[in-house]
């Protein structure tokens, strides 16, 4: 029986489903259906794209093979979508062949500096960043947590390890800036870090440090012993 997508369960909508559990949690028909909107009357986007796979043998390589006149032959697939398809299938194709970037390896307190100076050490505001880390001490991801005014900021433990798991990090860099320019460990930044450790140990990400930027140095919660 055929439900539109609208009348579905949140969770199992293929936008809400990406935001609530990620990319990954999506099956290949589902992200097709991001890409295409819409389905037809009698069939949901994730109902056609399941069918337009099955077609390609549920191979996406086979799938990226096809003609635009060729996805036009599925019904409910017009020359938009399918070009859509065809242009995320060539990104896809293209980022294969690129070469794997290199990230930068965390080997010293210095080189959170060298990484975060540019980025946060000039700033009039506060903001709290996380680098976060794979199992060679690389940084695969780093993102700005909180912004907050020149006497401090908000952090959402929630959603450092959330990211944390979408990119399967080992371990965390914390860091901030102190607009002020004093390098010193306030009590609320030895809170904050003892909060995300006892949060860390209980999901098994390790917090290897904490770095207070200012605009030419910086405080290691780890260099200091204090971690």
Request: with cysteine.
């Amino acid at each position: 029986m055929y439900t539109p997508i609208n009348q579905w369960a949140e969770d199992d909508r293929p936008r809400e489903k990406f935001l609530l559990k990620g990319k990954a949690a999506l099956s290949d028909s589902e992200l097709l259906a991001i890409l295409i909107g819409s389905g037809t009357r009698n069939e949901s986007a994730v109902q056609l794209c399941q069918r337009i796979l099955a077609a390609a043998n549920n191979n996406l390589n086979q799938l990226g093979k096809l003609s635009i006149k060729q996805l036009m032959e599925f019904k409910g697939i017009g020359e938009a979508k399918a070009i859509s398809i065809a242009a995320a299938l060539e990104l896809g194709r293209r980022r294969r062949s690129e070469d794997a970037v290199e990230f930068d390896k965390i080997t010293s307190s210095k080189a959170v500096f060298n990484i975060m100076q540019p980025i946060i050490g000039e700033l009039l505001h506060e903001e709290f960043w996380v680098l976060f880390l794979n199992n060679s001490n690389k940084v695969i991801h780093k993102a700005q947590l909180s912004k907050g005014g020149i006497t401090g900021t908000i952090v959402d433990t929630r959603i450092i390890f959330k990211t944390a798991l979408e990119y399967n990090a080992i371990s965390l860099i914390l860091t901030h800036n102190h607009p002020s320019g004093k390098l010193l460990a306030s009590d609320s930044d030895k809170d904050i870090t003892r909060k995300l450790q006892l949060a860390g140990k209980q999901m098994e990400i390790m917090i290897l440090d904490h770095v207070i930027i200012t605009e030419s140095s910086y405080y290691s919660f780890a260099d200091e012993g204090i971690l």
